[in-house]
């Protein structure tokens, strides 16, 4: 973005109240990690629910940190003389901030729903990259932590910045809206994610309406139109304040309208119309959700006043994320198969997205489609129930063989017909060697959980067998079906 430090010294002590024995230091960015450190950063000791940022200090700073930011000073830095010292290193940060966000003059877009902002995310991401300098928060850096850190990232030369919110308890989204301070909003859909703390989805739409509260007089809150909780979402706007209310979705009465979409097994062709323009599309990843959000995005950048055939042609470019919908191509020992990497979250409307997407692909003819299938988290006393209920949407989208692991996923493993049954484990773990021994040349498989259910543990053992055999087809070794 800009060859000026992200901070310099003395701007870090007055928005955080630090003190420090020097101020002639700048930093070129931040890490609450010490394993993420680069140099010229600025290391934020975190004390966390099971660590403590403090203990890693000494690491950082030998990592090329300039600085770091504590509430006491380390054993062993006692002469440090970059050391700033604050009451408490998370408020700080938060502090850091609402600093940044009151030094640019860049337009904040926030993203929040139950399934699909970290893509959207990355959509809006790419789109408004092409129309000026653009910031954006980095995998799902969306909590209480990832939201201040990303603002204070920022740097004051930034013209777009969209951040990700997340939540899975009422009363969090509010304090990171009012933080971020956003321009635009979007809320990508509110399905039965994280019913282990709501009574209903009703409520979990209200807690993504806190969202609203942060939103600048005169911003826009964009809504998905075909979602069954839009009339309540558009009551909470309303009653927010002097927000504009833009729909999107297939909706006949939504304001960015999908007139027309064609599915295909690696792309969708779109025919929208957005607030009275027309446009027409190829979208290169698959998948209705992404035609859902992708309204969204265009959405947002004409908010911002950004130009949309500028923002469509930068969709050229867009690809899945790692873990949430990238697809690779992997050895295997009688040839290749293809695999969608869904490993980082799931819900059930994810769940059923991901299976249409494998069932849209095309397989020959002694091929399969695999599902290879974790826990779904925090989906309270249904959840039983919610899993089992995942049968029919399997077999609807013609997969042919299921993996499944951990106690929930058993009730939907239980529920296919034997046929289907390729493996069961109580953890993801347990599922690698089968895969391994069955997964064969032309196959697809879906890989799929919530983060908690580690199902990269599979993916991760795919990958390493996949590029072992790559190495010893390069090296003169089994090249049957080498190329």
């Given at each position: ?30 890490a ?32 090329g ?18 050391l ?64 201040p850190?990303?603002?204070a ?56 309406a ?8 005169g ?22 304040g ?25 792309s969708s ?176 498989v ?8 580690k199902?990269k ?5 795919l ?21």
């Open positions: 973005m800009s060859d000026q430090p992200l901070w310099i010294a003395k701007d870090i002590l007055h928005a955080t109240g630090g003190q420090c024995n020097r101020i002639d230091w700048s930093i070129s960015g931040i609450i990690d010490n394993r993420a450190v680069s140099k010229g950063d600025l290391f934020i000791a975190i004390v966390g629910p099971n660590n403590d940022g403090h203990n890693y200090v000494v690491a950082a700073l030998e990592a940190a300039v600085a770091a930011l504590v509430s006491h000073i380390p054993e062993g830095l006692e002469n440090a003389d970059t700033v010292l604050v009451e408490d290193t998370q408020e700080a940060m938060e502090s850091l901030g609402r600093a940044a966000r009151d030094r640019v003059e860049a337009k904040i877009i926030a993203v929040t729903g139950s399934v699909g902002k970290t893509g959207t995310k990355e959509a809006l991401a790419l789109c408004l990259s092409a129309l000026g300098r653009t910031h954006y928060s980095i995998g799902s850096f969306n909590n209480h932590w990832g939201v850190l990303s603002l990232r920022m740097p004051a030369d930034t013209e777009f910045a969209i951040f990700e919110l997340g939540m899975n308890h009422a009363g969090e989204l509010g304090p990171l809206s009012r933080m971020v301070r956003p321009d635009v909003v979007i809320i990508t859909i509110i399905a039965a994610a994280h019913l282990e703390f709501f009574d209903s989805t009703d409520d979990i739409a209200r807690a993504k806190e969202i609203f509260e942060g939103v600048r007089e911003g826009a809150v964009l809504l998905n139109r075909d979602d069954s909780h839009y009339p309540l979402l558009e009551d909470l706007a309303e009653k927010t002097d927000l504009k209310i833009v729909s999107f979705g297939e909706h006949p009465g939504a304001q960015i309208h999908l007139e027309e979409t064609d599915l295909l097994p690696a062709t779109i025919c929208a119309e957005i607030l009275g323009e027309k446009l027409r599309f190829t979208l290169p990843v698959p998948g209705r959700h992404w035609v859902q959000n992708i309204l969204a995005v265009l959405g947002a950048v004409w908010a911002v006043d950004g130009d949309l055939s500028v923002a469509i042609r930068a969709l050229d470019e867009l690809s899945a994320p790692s873990g949430r919908g990238a697809v690779l191509s992997l050895a295997c020992d009688d040839g290749e198969y293809v695999v969608i990497d869904e490993s980082y979250n799931a819900s059930p409307v994810a769940m059923q997205a991901a299976f249409r997407v494998l069932g849209a692909k095309q397989v020959a003819p002694k091929a399969r489609k695999i599902a290879i299938l974790g826990d779904m988290r925090e989906m309270g006393e249904k959840s039983p129930e919610i899993h089992r209920n995942l049968a029919g949407d399997l077999l609807a989208n013609g997969v042919d063989m299921v993996y499944a692991a951990g106690p929930n996923m058993k009730h939907l493993f239980d529920a296919l017909p034997t046929t289907a049954q390729a493996g069961y484990g109580a953890g993801s773990d347990e599922l690698v060697a089968p895969a391994l021994r069955d997964i064969g040349d032309g196959d697809v879906l890989i799929k959980g919530s983060l908690g259910s199902m543990t599979v993916l991760d053992a990958k390493k067998r996949s590029e072992e055999i790559v190495s010893d087809r390069g090296a003169g070794g089994d090249t049957k079906n080498a190329v």
